[in-house]
Protein backbone atom coordinates (compact mmCIF):
# COMPACT_ATOMS: atom_id res chain seq x y z
CA UNK A 1 0.00 0.00 0.00
CA UNK A 2 1.29 3.58 -1.06
CA UNK A 3 0.33 6.34 1.25
CA UNK A 4 1.38 9.32 0.05
CA UNK A 5 3.33 12.04 2.89
CA UNK A 6 -0.13 14.05 2.49
CA UNK A 7 -2.10 11.64 2.97
CA UNK A 8 -0.39 9.94 6.31
CA UNK A 9 0.37 14.09 7.61
CA UNK A 10 -3.90 14.35 7.00
CA UNK A 11 -3.95 11.13 8.81
CA UNK A 12 -1.89 11.86 11.73
CA UNK A 13 -3.76 15.55 12.10
CA UNK A 14 -6.88 13.77 12.31
CA UNK A 15 -5.81 11.39 14.96
CA UNK A 16 -4.32 14.18 17.13
CA UNK A 17 -7.45 15.97 17.09
CA UNK A 18 -9.52 12.75 17.66
CA UNK A 19 -7.23 12.41 20.81
CA UNK A 20 -8.23 15.98 21.97
CA UNK A 21 -12.11 15.22 20.67
CA UNK A 22 -14.83 16.83 23.39
CA UNK A 23 -11.93 18.28 25.00
CA UNK A 24 -13.53 21.73 24.22
CA UNK A 25 -9.47 22.78 23.51
CA UNK A 26 -8.49 22.98 20.08
CA UNK A 27 -5.07 21.79 18.78
CA UNK A 28 -2.67 24.58 17.30
CA UNK A 29 -0.67 23.74 14.06
CA UNK A 30 2.30 24.18 15.53
CA UNK A 31 1.98 21.39 18.12
CA UNK A 32 1.04 18.90 15.47
CA UNK A 33 3.98 20.09 13.06
CA UNK A 34 6.39 19.71 15.97
CA UNK A 35 5.68 16.68 17.60
CA UNK A 36 5.71 14.82 14.05
CA UNK A 37 7.93 16.79 12.17
CA UNK A 38 5.72 18.04 9.43
CA UNK A 39 5.80 21.47 8.23
CA UNK A 40 3.77 23.73 8.63
CA UNK A 41 2.75 25.40 5.80
CA UNK A 42 1.97 21.95 4.36
CA UNK A 43 -0.02 20.70 7.35
CA UNK A 44 -2.07 24.28 7.18
CA UNK A 45 -2.75 23.38 3.46
CA UNK A 46 -4.15 19.95 4.37
CA UNK A 47 -5.94 21.01 7.58
CA UNK A 48 -7.90 23.68 5.20
CA UNK A 49 -8.65 20.90 2.84
CA UNK A 50 -9.96 19.25 5.86
CA UNK A 51 -12.44 22.31 6.73
CA UNK A 52 -13.50 22.69 3.68
CA UNK A 53 -14.67 18.68 3.41
CA UNK A 54 -16.82 19.46 7.13
CA UNK A 55 -14.23 17.02 9.10
CA UNK A 56 -12.74 19.81 11.39
CA UNK A 57 -13.33 23.35 12.20
CA UNK A 58 -11.00 26.00 13.26
CA UNK A 59 -10.79 28.99 16.23
CA UNK A 60 -9.24 32.29 15.55
CA UNK A 61 -7.20 33.79 18.00
CA UNK A 62 -4.48 33.54 20.53
CA UNK A 63 -6.37 30.23 22.26
CA UNK A 64 -7.19 28.72 18.58
CA UNK A 65 -6.82 25.82 16.88
CA UNK A 66 -8.21 22.81 14.93
CA UNK A 67 -10.81 20.49 16.23
CA UNK A 68 -12.65 17.35 15.27
CA UNK A 69 -15.99 17.84 13.83
CA UNK A 70 -17.00 14.51 13.24
CA UNK A 71 -17.05 11.71 16.21
CA UNK A 72 -13.96 9.77 15.92
CA UNK A 73 -16.35 6.65 16.30
CA UNK A 74 -18.08 7.36 12.50
CA UNK A 75 -14.43 8.86 10.90
CA UNK A 76 -12.82 6.07 9.47
CA UNK A 77 -9.55 6.14 7.51
CA UNK A 78 -10.87 5.63 3.97
CA UNK A 79 -12.91 9.05 4.45
CA UNK A 80 -9.80 10.93 4.90
CA UNK A 81 -7.89 9.50 2.19
CA UNK A 82 -10.57 10.05 -0.26
CA UNK A 83 -10.48 13.71 1.12
CA UNK A 84 -7.18 13.90 0.42
CA UNK A 85 -6.60 12.48 -2.76
CA UNK A 86 -10.10 12.52 -4.43
CA UNK A 87 -11.33 9.03 -5.54
CA UNK A 88 -9.47 6.24 -5.81
CA UNK A 89 -7.88 5.03 -8.65
CA UNK A 90 -9.55 2.16 -10.62
CA UNK A 91 -6.40 -0.85 -11.20
CA UNK A 92 -5.95 -1.15 -14.70
CA UNK A 93 -4.68 -4.07 -16.82
CA UNK A 94 -1.41 -3.34 -18.52
CA UNK A 95 -0.29 -6.16 -20.89
CA UNK A 96 -1.09 -5.86 -23.83
CA UNK A 97 -2.96 -9.18 -24.51
CA UNK A 98 -5.38 -10.60 -22.12
CA UNK A 99 -3.95 -13.94 -20.91
CA UNK A 100 -5.39 -16.76 -18.63
CA UNK A 101 -1.94 -15.37 -16.43
CA UNK A 102 -2.45 -11.89 -17.09
CA UNK A 103 -6.03 -12.52 -15.96
CA UNK A 104 -4.83 -14.56 -13.17
CA UNK A 105 -2.68 -11.62 -11.75
CA UNK A 106 -5.31 -8.70 -12.25
CA UNK A 107 -7.67 -10.87 -10.48
CA UNK A 108 -5.34 -11.35 -7.20
CA UNK A 109 -4.54 -7.55 -7.44
CA UNK A 110 -7.96 -6.74 -8.00
CA UNK A 111 -9.19 -8.42 -4.36
CA UNK A 112 -6.06 -7.25 -2.34
CA UNK A 113 -7.33 -3.75 -3.72
CA UNK A 114 -10.96 -4.84 -2.06
CA UNK A 115 -9.44 -5.63 1.09
CA UNK A 116 -7.38 -3.12 1.47
CA UNK A 117 -10.18 -0.50 1.12
CA UNK A 118 -12.57 -2.79 2.68
CA UNK A 119 -10.16 -2.74 6.11
CA UNK A 120 -9.60 1.41 5.23
CA UNK A 121 -13.74 1.65 5.58
CA UNK A 122 -13.62 -0.44 9.18
CA UNK A 123 -10.71 1.54 10.52
CA UNK A 124 -12.07 4.68 12.63
CA UNK A 125 -10.47 6.94 14.19
CA UNK A 126 -11.89 6.16 18.07
CA UNK A 127 -9.91 2.68 17.09
CA UNK A 128 -6.97 4.35 16.04
CA UNK A 129 -7.18 6.59 19.42
CA UNK A 130 -7.57 3.40 21.30
CA UNK A 131 -4.07 2.04 20.06
CA UNK A 132 -2.33 5.35 20.99
CA UNK A 133 -3.41 5.06 24.07
CA UNK A 134 -2.91 1.44 24.29
CA UNK A 135 0.66 2.13 23.33
CA UNK A 136 0.98 5.69 25.49
CA UNK A 137 0.26 3.10 29.12
CA UNK A 138 2.38 0.41 27.65
CA UNK A 139 5.24 3.10 28.17
CA UNK A 140 7.25 3.98 31.02
CA UNK A 141 10.85 4.91 31.36
CA UNK A 142 13.47 4.40 33.76
Known amino acids: MNVSAKTEYACIAVLELALNYGSGEPVTIRAIAETHGI ?3 FLVQILLQL ?6 G ?4 AA ?3 QLIQDPQQLT ?4 MRVIEGNLRQL ?5 RTTPVSGALFDAWQEVANAEQQ ?3 TLSFADLVERVRGQTEKMYYI
Open 119 to 121: MLQ
Open 92 to 96: TNNAE
Open 39 to 41: PSR
Open 58 to 61: STRG
Open 77 to 80: LAEV
Open 51 to 56: KGAGLV
Open 64 to 66: GGY
